[in-house]
């Protein structure tokens, strides 16, 4: 597991530990990707693939996957209740984060991180296949969604606004600044309006990783980050959001898992919900 002094050391595995892991019927490594193509054209031996659109959202409203859809989707894997779930993707683990953040409103925290993802199995130059795995189904039987712990809705933002408590935006300084209007190479999903949350200090999510391999950055280097220069306490009551909550999932895990802070909630409604509201305070 990680050496790094974090909080809970246990979310986070390496990628010798994956391979020394692949054939323990105890684990299953997922994958979660942007890129869902990626998949296919080569993965972890026997890693399964979560697509986080087809797998994780409902196909209609914005919102997540059901009671039922959640059980038939880990059936379908092999997953048990009992089964150590391990996620990695690409763009540093967004996606992995996000999974795993969409596992645990279900009640299913038996997970953890691969970290640096698909970058660092790569860069390891460590064996990739493409072949899918098939795994016998599971009986596995799911808890009814469970979203207030770690999930914030339009109304706990306000209310959070309304405490002066503290909220992190983790999109880029343009898009905080309100010099752009959607998340940069994403032009098709702009809001409205631009700008930032009221209150909202901005830590771009890239800084708590690694830019060669995509490995989270010591606990001593996140501290700084959020706790000096921006004045968190691991006590506090925080919200992130991003433009979908992908980003902010990434947050999420670090400042939860790996800093130890007490509540911690994804506000996944982000950008993309704010920024087209009415009446909303919205600061530049």
Request: charged share 25%; proline share 5%.
């Amino acid at each position: 597991m990680s050496n790094k002094v974090y909080s809970f050391p246990d979310k986070l595995v390496s990628t010798q530990w994956v391979a020394d892991h692949l054939n323990d019927p105890h684990v299953r490594i997922v994958e979660s990707n942007e890129d869902v193509l990626l998949y296919s054209r080569g993965h972890v031996p026997g890693a399964v693939h979560i697509d986080w659109v087809g797998d994780l959202n409902d196909p209609i409203r914005r919102d997540y996957l059901g009671r039922a859809q959640f059980e038939a989707l880990m059936r379908r894997n092999g997953i048990g209740s009992d089964t150590f779930v391990v996620f990695y993707g690409d763009r540093s683990n967004w996606w992995a984060c996000y999974a795993l953040w969409v596992f645990e409103l279900f009640g299913h925290t038996k997970t953890a991180i691969m970290d640096g993802g698909r970058v660092k199995w790569e860069k390891e130059g460590r064996q990739m296949e493409k072949n899918t795995p098939s795994y016998p189904a599971s009986s596995y039987v799911a808890r009814e969604r469970s979203d207030y712990k770690v999930r914030a809705f339009r109304d706990d933002v306000l209310a959070h606004i309304a405490a002066n408590r503290p909220l992190v935006d983790v999109r880029s300084p343009g898009e905080y600044s309100g010099a752009l209007y959607h998340m940069e190479g994403y032009p098709q999903e702009g809001a409205l309006r631009a700008g930032h949350i009221k209150g909202a200090v901005n830590v771009p999510w890239a800084k708590a990783a690694n830019p060669d391999d995509g490995t989270f950055r010591p606990a001593a280097e996140l501290r700084q980050l959020y706790e000096t220069e921006e004045g968190l306490k691991p006590t506090d009551n925080v919200i992130a959001y991003c433009r979908i909550g992908e980003r902010s999932s990434h947050t999420w895990f670090v400042l939860k898992y790996l800093l130890g802070y007490d509540s911690v909630r994804n506000y996944d409604g982000s950008w993309t919900e704010w920024g087209n509201l009415v009446g909303v305070p919205i600061e530049r």
